[in-house]
């Protein structure tokens, strides 16, 4: 999931899309019954933007922030008004949901109906664990890593270790590009203003 969001200088919201709305919709306000909910600017995005700015710095860059448990990836822009528009500068918000291999790794694992204990070995092999290294994570033996391994590979079609991982990337960037192509939030409206 991903949005954008447009403010001021002074970090108050102009609008949102949809997408932005969804995301930043854990940190909302309620405003009482009958009223919009108030989105808030993750706090450490309101304080890398100020710091940057006190600092001189351009306010343009990637943040990492936390909603839940949920990453996301921020990259700010300063729009530039044109010498004929009466539009003061403004800064715009692009979030993104930070997809991991762990993600992917829930994905590929549901579909190859992947055991608990092979969703571990899984997840060793792609943070480039050794057989030993995972065997002692998991408290077991080397051979029966080695026996976990035989059978992802059976259940994945892939003929060796960076197979597997092969295919981990190849479903991330498949899932990635059904998610991201065209639209910003991959809905057709998709904007607030507040």
């Known amino acids: 999931m991903d949005g954008l969001v447009v403010m001021t200088m002074s970090m108050e919201l102009i609008s949102a899309d949809g997408g932005a709305t969804a995301i930043l919709g854990g940190l909302s ?3 009482g019954p009958g009223m919009e909910r108030e989105l808030r600017i993750p706090e450490e995005v309101r ?3 100020n710091n940057r700015s006190a600092s001189g710095l351009p306010t343009t860059g990637t943040i990492t922030f936390r ?3 949920q990453s ?3 990259r700010s822009f300063m729009i530039q008004a044109s010498e004929t528009a009466r539009t003061p500068q403004m800064l715009a918000l692009y979030m993104q949901k930070d997809s991991s291999v762990t993600d992917a790794i829930d994905v590929v694992a549901a579909q190859y109906h992947l055991t608990d204990r092979e969703q571990e070995a899984l997840k060793g092999i792609a943070i480039g664990l050794t057989s030993k290294e995972m065997a002692d994570r998991m ?3 080397p051979n029966t890593v080695k026996s976990f391994l035989r059978i992802i590979m059976l ?3 892939a003929a060796t270790r960076t197979g597997i991982v092969s295919k981990l990337l190849e479903h991330s960037n498949n899932n990635y590009n059904g998610k991201h192509g065209g639209n910003l939030n991959g809905n057709q409206n998709g904007t607030s203003s507040f």
Do not use: V
């Open 29 to 31: 306000q309620d405003r």
């Open 155 to 157: 259940k994945m079609g």
């Open 72 to 74: 996301y990836n921020c």
């Open 139 to 141: 408290n077991i033996s």
């Open 47 to 49: 304080e890398a933007l």
């Open 67 to 69: 909603i839940g448990a």
